[in-house]
């Protein structure tokens, strides 16, 4: 995983509908709360995805941009958002380079890792989560960081 206080690599990829996400985009304006997750429809994924749309509001709040990231297709991603009423991007990491750019391995060397980033206005790394099986706990741990960013 990268290293709290490192800057977060920039990238460019395509949403669920086919618009060009550019993370440099949000420099200055907006707190980012980056999740990667391993595959869409599934059990802990799924769970993940819908306790950020839980907690969308509140992520909002806190002056943070939600981004999902996975290698689905932006048809798989399509089929979640509309599923579940997703109020945020999900972006297609089809050949995993963002995923690399941001050092999420493997779990049990089989699946790809669960990893969250919050990312701060100025494009500093500010939290990291990895749990590959606890999905709440990554919303919470954001919720945290960006408190306790507010409040320094």
Same mark, same amino acid.
């Given at each position: 995983?990268?290293?709290?206080?490192?800057?977060?690599?920039?990238?460019?990829?395509?949403?669920?509908?086919?618009?060009?996400?550019? !993370?440099?985009?949000?420099?200055? *304006?907006?707190?980012?709360? @980056?999740?990667?997750? $391993?595959?869409?429809? %599934?059990? /802990?994924?799924?769970?993940?995805?819908?306790?950020?749309?839980?907690?969308?509001?509140?992520?909002?709040?806190?002056?943070?941009?939600?981004?999902?990231?996975?290698?689905?297709?932006?048809?798989?991603?399509?089929?979640?958002?509309?599923?579940?009423?997703?109020?945020?991007?999900?972006?297609?990491?089809?050949?995993? !380079?963002?995923?690399?750019?941001? *050092?999420?391995?493997?779990? @049990?060397?089989?699946? $790809?890792?669960?990893? %969250?980033? /919050?990312?701060?206005?100025?494009?500093?790394?500010?939290?990291?989560?990895?749990?590959?099986?606890?999905?709440?706990?990554?919303?919470?741990?954001?919720?945290?960081?960006?408190?306790?960013?507010?409040?320094?």
């Amino acid at each position: 995983m990268l290293d709290i206080g490192e800057e977060a690599p920039d990238f460019e990829l395509s949403d669920q509908d086919g618009n060009v996400f550019n !993370l440099r985009a949000l420099r200055g *304006q907006r707190n980012v709360v @980056l999740f990667f997750y $391993p595959k869409d429809n %599934t059990l /802990v994924c799924t769970l993940e995805v819908c306790a950020f749309r839980d907690a969308h509001m509140e992520l909002l709040a806190n002056e943070a941009e939600v981004i999902g990231i996975s290698s689905d297709n932006a048809r798989s991603h399509k089929e979640v958002v509309d599923r579940w009423r997703l109020p945020y991007r999900l972006l297609c990491d089809t050949d995993g !380079l963002v995923r690399q750019a941001y *050092q999420v391995g493997r779990t @049990l060397g089989l699946f $790809p890792g669960r990893v %969250t980033y /919050v990312i701060d206005k100025e494009g500093r790394i500010r939290s990291a989560v990895n749990d590959p099986l606890r999905a709440k706990q990554h919303v919470q741990e954001a919720l945290k960081a960006l408190v306790a960013q507010r409040t320094v």
